[in-house]
């Protein structure tokens, strides 16, 4: 079990470096996102296994994920539509 928390931790810090540094692109910084909400959703279900039993928790975190995960579309089928790509660099440049 020791070992599973281990590669569990592993996979979050490599999620995290992922996503720090694939700043150029919405669509590969959400994907690093929806990486580390699934080890996340991971780790928070062995804690509840072992200690509290209570899965409904579990739901709740699903439902925020899914929320949040349809929210970073959007926001990617709005950007593509309105400048043409999704680089996060355009965005900066258009500001007044």
Do not use: A, P, W
Request: charged share 5%; proline share 0%; hydrophobic share 70%.
């Amino acid at each position: 079990m020791n070992l599973f928390i281990l590669v569990l931790l592993f996979m979050l810090f490599s999620g995290v470096l992922f996503y720090i540094f694939n700043f150029n692109h919405l669509l590969m910084m959400l994907l690093g996102l929806e990486y580390l909400l699934l080890i996340l959703s991971l780790l928070f279900l062995i804690n509840l296994m072992m200690f509290i039993k209570q899965y409904i928790l579990l739901l709740i975190f699903f439902i925020f994920c899914i929320s949040e995960s349809v929210l970073g579309l959007t926001i990617l089928i709005l950007m593509v539509r309105m400048y043409g790509n999704d680089y996060l660099k355009s965005l900066m440049i258009l500001q007044c």
